[in-house]
C-alpha cells in the first residue's frame, strides 16, 4: 500500500515536472518567433529609410551637378536631409 501511495505522488510530481518544462520550452519559442518577426520588420523599415536617403542626395547631388543650386545651399539641404 505505501508503494502505491508512493508511486501516485512520484507520478504526479513527474507530470507536473514535465508540465513545467514543456511550458517554458513553448514560451521560449514564442520569444524566438516575435523576436524574428519584429527584427524583419525594423530591417525592412531600415531598407526603406536608406533607400529615401540615398534617392534624396541623389537628386540634390544633380542639382548642384546642374549649376541649380550653388556649393552653399548643397551643403545646407545636404545637412537637413541627413539631420545634422
Do not use: C, P, W
Not at 520550452?25 to 527584427?39: D, P, V, W
Request: hydrophobic letters at 40%; glycine letters at 10%.
Amino acid at each position: 500500500m505505501e508503494k502505491i501511495i508512493f508511486l501516485v505522488f512520484a507520478a504526479g510530481a513527474l507530470a507536473f515536472v514535465i508540465y513545467l518544462g514543456g511550458n517554458a520550452i513553448m514560451t521560449g519559442f514564442k520569444a524566438k518567433s516575435e523576436l524574428k518577426r519584429n527584427k524583419g520588420e525594423d530591417g525592412n523599415e531600415n531598407m526603406d529609410n536608406q533607400n529615401s536617403l540615398t534617392n534624396e542626395l541623389s537628386k540634390l547631388n544633380e542639382l548642384h551637378e546642374n549649376g541649380t543650386i550653388n556649393a552653399e545651399e548643397f551643403e545646407k539641404a545636404k545637412k537637413k536631409i541627413l539631420g545634422n
